[in-house]
């Protein structure tokens, strides 16, 4: 997901963008910033179902890692649905986001997500990132009509903000491990191995409450700390 620039704006009510500026760089320079995004929660039994599937790959995978192979994997308390990736983001637009998500989440149902695949970006001849989430069918459904809806709206209202356009897609999904070093090696073990063709079993996700949540980059991989909720 590419990343936004930094917010430029100093109040914003609601999602209008009617009192956005146009701040410089140097009248950013030296405000406090936090590095955030919004997402949704999964469930502790889908957090371990997961988990189980992240284990089940690691197993297929270990035998035959070499020094030209580097993955990272995902830490388990870290699952979630990234809506909307934000970056580096004022600290006193926190409550304004807040009360604009909520106006958004009143506005939208409930989804489920079937988490039935195992998928890879850009591919999986040359993997990069190795994700979990619904399968091509679920996507052409009414469900995930409604899911682009919300997150278009989701979208509308960041860019109110100041947060520039997120140009990708939005593909919901889960990530289980990025791929460091050795895409096309990864891709061959992962062919040989008959991952690519299992349907998965792994529940759903519920897509209602949307959530704030902090990221600290830490050498032994980001720290997530959830700032607000709205429900």
């Known amino acids: 997901m590419s990343v936004p620039r930094r917010p430029v704006c100093d109040q914003t009510a609601g999602c209008t963008g009617s009192a956005r500026s146009t701040s410089s760089l140097a009248d950013r320079k030296g405000k406090s910033m936090i590095r955030t995004f919004l997402s949704v929660e999964i469930t502790d039994e889908v957090r371990t179902a997961i988990s189980k599937a992240q284990h089940d790959l690691k197993e297929r995978l270990a035998a035959h890692l070499s020094k030209e192979i580097r993955i990272t994997w995902g830490q388990v308390n870290s699952f979630h649905l990234t809506l909307r990736f934000l970056g580096e983001t004022e600290k006193h637009l926190i409550d304004q986001l807040r009360e604009a998500m909520a106006s958004v989440r009143r506005s939208h149902p409930t989804i489920q997500i079937p988490i039935d695949r195992l998928q890879a970006f850009p591919s999986f ?65 992962l062919a040989k191995s008959g991952v690519c063709e299992q349907v998965l079993r792994l529940g759903s996700m519920t897509v209602g409450p949307i959530v704030l949540m902090k990221s600290h980059l830490r050498p032994t991989g980001p720290v997530y700390t959830k700032l607000w909720e709205v429900v």
Do not use: M, Y
């Open 125 to 189: 001849e040359k993997p990069r990132v190795l994700w979990v989430g619904p399968s091509d069918e679920w996507l052409k459904s009414e469900p995930a009509k409604r899911l682009a809806a919300l997150h278009r709206e989701i979208e509308s209202c960041c860019h109110s903000f100041g947060f520039a356009p997120d140009e990708k897609p939005f593909n919901p999904h889960l990530t289980l491990a990025r791929i460091k070093l050795g895409e096309r090696q990864v891709g061959e073990l």
